[in-house]
């Protein structure tokens, strides 16, 4: 049991490197405590492959009611090819996308930076991406991710079809839209919300909703951009950006492409938000943008800075120790 004063940190190790990053970061957590001061009651859950290997399930009730319980969540990755063969709803990665739904974790914060040392490690040429320091901010409850209807089925008269939507509504394009400019406001002050408005009808209302917010902040300058052109403008002058707002599929993408710039996926922590700015038992993730990377697993030689980092926007975001999260 904690203290009525401790935080409450929830651990999931999970699969592949999982076990060897957060055991590495645990020391880290080690050392706050014994030198900062820093009260913790840590629990330690199963999630993904080894949740199904031991309970049956990527995650259990019981493991969402402790997430429910808990200050904060430090998750290691999820995933790897002893359960590939499964059907996707059973997959490891369910249980990490029912806790993003359920914890309606719907800011998910990426920042990508170029440490000096890494340019040369880059794709993209030392002077593109010297100074590196771009935040996407990915919308993460909602989209092509959880839409209903879904599925697959037979077609009359022979052949299959295969159904996602992408459904968004304007409460929920305007939370993580707001958290964005939140974001924006205490960096450079730029934002670009990012759709495919040319497109979609989720595109429009998007973009309808995230001009409609940017009265209340107007020392952030807002600007848009189609998804595709992003992508491009990415690779060919990523320090026009600083804040980029997305849907959750654009946002896993364009992440992606994010990191990779910065030299190595590795090295980017992430924060996936309830309540940006709201300090104490504010409902929050923090994971490694990276996954399990099975190839390495077991080897002691993946890098762990990235769930360190991850604890570092913990101590940030949930237990308001910016101080701390310098360190
Ligand atoms: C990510 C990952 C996840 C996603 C997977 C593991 C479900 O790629 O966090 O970016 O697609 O969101
Ligand atoms: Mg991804």
């Given at each position: 049991m904690a203290a009525a004063s401790e935080l409450i940190l929830l651990v999931r190790v999970g699969d592949g490197i999982g076990p060897e990053i957060v055991g590495e970061t645990l020391r880290v957590v080690g050392w706050f405590q014994d030198?900062?001061?820093?009260e913790l009651h840590i629990q330690h859950a199963l999630t993904g492959g080894a949740a199904i290997d031991a309970?049956?399930?990527?995650?259990s009730d019981h493991t969402m009611a402790e997430a429910f319980d808990s200050d904060a969540i430090l998750f290691g990755s999820v995933g790897g090819?002893?359960?590939?063969?499964?059907?996707r709803s059973q997959r490891p990665e369910t249980g990490l996308l029912r806790l993003r739904k359920e914890l309606d974790l719907f800011a998910n914060l990426r920042p990508a930076v170029c440490y000096p040392a890494l340019?040369?490690?880059?794709?993209?040429k030392p002077e593109l991406i010297a100074g590196l320091d771009i935040m996407v901010v990915r919308e993460l409850t909602?989209?092509?991710?959880?839409?209903?209807?879904?599925g697959i089925s037979d077609m009359v008269g022979g052949g299959r079809r295969a159904i996602d939507t992408q459904a968004y509504t304007s409460f929920e394009s305007e939370r993580v839209a707001r958290a964005a400019f939140e974001l924006a406001r205490g960096r450079k002050g730029r934002l670009c919300s990012v759709d495919k408005a040319n497109v979609m009808e989720t595109g429009q209302l998007w973009r309808a909703v995230v001009s409609s917010s940017a009265g209340d902040y107007p020392e952030v300058e807002l600007s848009h951009m189609f998804a595709d052109n992003c992508a491009m403008q990415l690779v060919r002058?990523?320090?026009?950006?600083d804040v980029i707002v997305t849907d959750n599929l654009f946002g896993d993408l364009l992440s992606d492409e994010t990191a990779a710039l910065s030299?190595?996926?590795?090295?980017l922590p992430s924060a996936s938000l309830?309540?940006?700015?709201?300090?104490?038992r504010a409902r929050a993730l923090y994971e490694p943008?990276?996954?399990?990377?099975?190839?390495?697993?077991?080897?002691?030689?993946?890098?762990?800075l990235a769930t360190i980092l991850s604890f570092a926007m913990c101590l940030r975001?949930?237990?308001?120790r910016p101080h701390d999260a310098e360190l």
């Open positions: 030198h900062r001061g820093l309970e049956g399930a990527a995650i090819p002893d359960w590939d063969h499964l059907p340019a040369g490690a880059s794709a993209l909602a989209g092509v991710y959880f839409s209903e209807p879904r002058k990523p320090s026009q950006f030299g190595s996926l590795g090295l309830g309540a940006v700015g709201e300090p104490g943008i990276h996954g399990s990377a099975p190839d390495i697993a077991g080897r002691g030689v993946a890098n762990p975001h949930s237990f308001a």
